[in-house]
C-alpha cells in the first residue's frame, strides 16, 4: 500500500444508529424551505487564519517547510463551513465533511486536544448550552453508548487515518448567514470535543458531519426544512482562495437542467457513507474496469468531501495509474524523495494530462487534468489519486471540483452537473 501525508481520509467508523427525530427551531428571512452558506478556503480573507503578508506558498512553508507533499494535506485542500455557536455566538469554521454524521468542535476544557489557533469554545460561558444525559434518547441512538463519570453522553469517533475525537453530546444554538443576508438559526446536537488526536492541524476547528445517520447536519435540519437534500459546488484546488465554494440546504438544492446526470445511491446497514457504484474509469478511450476478475459490487465507491483525493483498491488502481502514465508524454520524475512513489511530473505549464471519464452505474462523469493533477509545488503536478488495500475507494474532493453535486436521499441518487464553481 501505497502512503503519502498529503492525504487525510476523513471517513467516520463510528456507527450512528436511529430513526429519532431531532427537534429544531429555525428562524429564516424567506419561506422558500432553503438556504445557501459559503464554503471558505483556509487562506480566504474571510477566514480567521488569513494573512495578508504572506503570499499563499509562504504560508504553506510557515507550516510544512520540509514535507513537499504535506502542502496538499487537510490544510488548504478541505473546504470550511462557518457557524457561529452559542449564547453569545462564537464562531466555527469546521470541515465539511459527507463522510462522518457528527457536529463536532473542541471544547474547554481540553488538556488531551490538538493545538488549535483560534480560541476554543467554553460552554460554560454560553447560556443556551445544554448537556444530554445518559438516559436520554440521544444518547442511546450512539453505539457504542457510552457514560461519564458525570452522567454524560459521550461519544467516540475514530476515522480512517486513526484520528480520534472524544466527547460529549449536547443541545445548543447555531446560526449562519447565507449568502442572501438571512440569518438561519437551529438548536441541534452536537459534539463537544474534549479528547481530540491524530492528523488534524491547528486551522481545524472541527467537523461539520454531512452523512446519512440520523445526527447529521443534513438529518437534522432535514425535517424542519420538509426536504432531505443538499448540494455542493467546490472550487479546484489552486483557485484564488478569496472566491467561496458554494453548499445548498434543502428547497432549491435540486440539480437539474442540460448535462446533469445521476447515479444511485446504494443503500447498506452503515447509513453514513454515500454509497455508489463504480464501474470503471476511460482514460483517454481506454477503458479500465473496477473488477476485471470478479462480479462488480454494488456501492463499491463512497462520495467524500472530507478527503481530498480520489483512494482506490490496489487492483484497480494499479493498472489505472499504468494506462495514465502510458497516455503522458513525458518520464515521470524518479529523482526527488520529496515526491516519493506517487506519479508526479516536471512541467512548467499545466499538465497536459488525458480526460479521464469515470463510469458510475448510469452516469458518465469527465475529469479533466485539474480535476487528476494536483500542484505540489512550482513545475511539480502529481496524480491526485491513491491506492489502498481496501475493497471500497473513496471518491475524492479533488475530484468533486467543478461539478453541481446532488445528494438527494428521498430519491436516493446523486447528481453532477458539470459547473464553473467560480460563478456559481
Not at 452559542?86 to 457536529?103: F, L, W
Not at 441512538?141 to 453530546?169: H, K
Not at 495514465?324 to 524523495?337: E, H, L, W
Request: charged share 15%; proline share 6%.
Amino acid at each position: 500500500m501505497a502512503s503519502s501525508v498529503m492525504f487525510q481520509p476523513y471517513f467516520l467508523l463510528a456507527t450512528i444508529l436511529s430513526n429519532y427525530f431531532i427537534g429544531l427551531l429555525a428562524t429564516i428571512a424567506s419561506n422558500n424551505g432553503g438556504f445557501t452558506v459559503e464554503l471558505i478556503h483556509p487562506y480566504s480573507p474571510k477566514s480567521p487564519f488569513y494573512n495578508a503578508n504572506k503570499t499563499f506558498t509562504g504560508r504553506l512553508n510557515k507550516y510544512y517547510p520540509n514535507a513537499i507533499q504535506s502542502q496538499v494535506t487537510a490544510l488548504n485542500a478541505q473546504h470550511l463551513m462557518k457557524v457561529s455557536i452559542g449564547t453569545p455566538p462564537v464562531d466555527i469554521y469546521g470541515i465539511v465533511d459527507t463522510g462522518s454524521d457528527i457536529v463536532w468542535t473542541q471544547c474547554v476544557p481540553c488538556d488531551g486536544c490538538y493545538k488549535q489557533i483560534n480560541p476554543m469554545f467554553d460552554p460554560q460561558k454560553s447560556s443556551t448550552y445544554s448537556d444530554i444525559s445518559c438516559q436520554s434518547e440521544q444518547c442511546r441512538l450512539i453505539d457504542p453508548a457510552t457514560c461519564s463519570p458525570q452522567n454524560l453522553c459521550s461519544y467516540t469517533c475514530i476515522y480512517a487515518d486513526a484520528s480520534i475525537a472524544q466527547g460529549v453530546l449536547a443541545k445548543e444554538k447555531v446560526t449562519m448567514i447565507s449568502t442572501s443576508g438571512q440569518t438561519v438559526s437551529l438548536d441541534i446536537v452536537f459534539g463537544c470535543g474534549h479528547n481530540n488526536t491524530g492528523t488534524f492541524n491547528d486551522h481545524e476547528m472541527g467537523l461539520i458531519g454531512l452523512g446519512g445517520g440520523s445526527v447529521s447536519f443534513v438529518s437534522q435540519i432535514g425535517s424542519i426544512f420538509g426536504s432531505n437534500r443538499f448540494s455542493q459546488c467546490l472550487l479546484p484546488y489552486d483557485t484564488d482562495p478569496s472566491i467561496a465554494s458554494k453548499i445548498s440546504f434543502g428547497n432549491g438544492s435540486e440539480v437539474v437542467g442540460d448535462g446533469v446526470v445521476s447515479t444511485p445511491l446504494v443503500a447498506k446497514e452503515y447509513k453514513t457513507p454515500y454509497f455508489v457504484t463504480l464501474e470503471g474509469i476511460s482514460v483517454g478511450d481506454t477503458y479500465v474496469p473496477f473488477n476485471s476478475s470478479r462480479k462488480l459490487s454494488k456501492g463499491n465507491v463512497l462520495l467524500d468531501s472530507g478527503t481530498p483525493p480520489t483512494i482506490m483498491p490496489f487492483d484497480f488502481y494499479d493498472p489505472l495509474a499504468a494506462e495514465v502514465q502510458r497516455q503522458i508524454a513525458m518520464d515521470p520524475i524518479k529523482d526527488d524523495p520529496d515526491v516519493g512513489t506517487q506519479l508526479c511530473y516536471r512541467t512548467k505549464t499545466n499538465l497536459d494530462g488525458p480526460i479521464l471519464t469515470v463510469h458510475f452505474e448510469g452516469a458518465n462523469v469527465q475529469l479533466m487534468p485539474l480535476h487528476t493533477f494536483i500542484p505540489l509545488k512550482d513545475g511539480v503536478y502529481c496524480f491526485a489519486m491513491q491506492e489502498s488495500d481496501g475493497d471500497v475507494g473513496i471518491y475524492g474532493n479533488y475530484a468533486q471540483a467543478n461539478f453541481l453535486i446532488g445528494f438527494d436521499r428521498e430519491t436516493m441518487k446523486v447528481s453532477f452537473k458539470p459547473t464553473d464553481c467560480t460563478k456559481q
